[in-house]
């Protein structure tokens, strides 16, 4: 039986990670955050689940960290403090608690002799602002944004410990991951956003004229390549995960008119001078290597996340 244990399990990826990852029953998973609705006594994410532990913890306690770390085999770091929106407007922050705190888990891991850990980067910032039309791992990361230099300065120090202390580790660039349960009222994630916005009979909001390409990976396809990766042999450290599908602002909102049968109304903004304009992750590596894809279009993804919100609105409201 593996003990993994998942750091910011409370999260968007962290929730749908610990569910996939305890579907294994030779897994035990103990699922840490700070899960305020639990300490509130409301029923948690994971209550049907009999090999997840709940850990409430502070990533940037040690004596919580440690007390989560002993006996792990293997330890995903999930939790990020900040955002790219809290990260520009004070680059301090990254520097004092993601980076900090990172190296300090690192420290632990070596200590309780953590098999693997396996770090979700951001595919989105980390490269930067590039015109090449994939972008594979071999491509120099330059990010432009805090939170992208936050983010390639934990991988750095991943690679620091492995060559000291042989920490053994796998990176995750993800693409710009999206699908139900994400935070509608959050500052990352425009497909949840423009949904909710309609919901809320709000205009979209989009930032220049609408061509800004990203590369969407549905949750589901994202934590099934997770999983198929985390605890084998690996020839590479770092690994794109995407869809190695190129999608515009513009596209997403067609395919939102698609999913709810109408037009949309929008209103434009200027484009942050953070903001990459086009970013398509390569997914070669990951696909020769393990035989991986992405499954899920976009379109059906769109419409899979809006008929996810639908019953969770429907739901609420029968609760009132």
Known sequence: MSRIVVLGANGFIGKHLVRR?????????????RFPEYAAGKADAFHDLENVEITQGNFLNKA?????????????????????????????????????????????CVQYGVKRVIFPSSGGTVYGDTTIESINED????????????????????????????????????????GPGQNVHGRQGVIPIFLNAVIENKPITIYGDGSMVR?????????????????????????????ANGVSVNEIVSSIELS???????????????????????????????GLRAEMTIQDGVARTWESLQRHNRSSSADV
């Open 21 to 33: 990852l305890a579907s294994d029953p030779a897994n035990s998973i103990c699922a840490f955050d």
């Open 64 to 108: 919580d960290l440690s007390e989560a770390l002993s006996g792990a085999d293997y330890v995903f770091h999930m939790i990020s403090t900040t955002n790219p929106a809290v990260s520009a407007s004070d680059p301090y922050i990254d520097i004092d608690t993601n980076v900090r705190g990172s190296i300090m888990l690192f420290e632990l």
């Open 139 to 178: 491509v120099t990361p330059q990010p432009i944004s805090p939170y992208g230099i936050g983010k390639l300065t934990i991988e750095h120090y991943l690679r620091y410990f492995e060559r000291v202390h042989g920490l053994d580790y796998i990176v995750f660039r993800i693409a710009n991951p999206y």
């Open 215 to 243: 590369d969407y990976v549905y949750i589901g396809d994202l934590v099934e390549m997770i999983n198929g990766i985390y605890d084998k042999p690996h020839r590479y450290n770092t690994y794109n995960i995407g869809s």
């Open 260 to 290: 709810i049968g109408r037009k949309v109304h929008t209103e434009s903004r200027p484009t942050p001078p953070t903001y990459v304009s086009r970013s398509i992750l390569n997914m070669r590596r990951l696909g020769e290597e393990f």
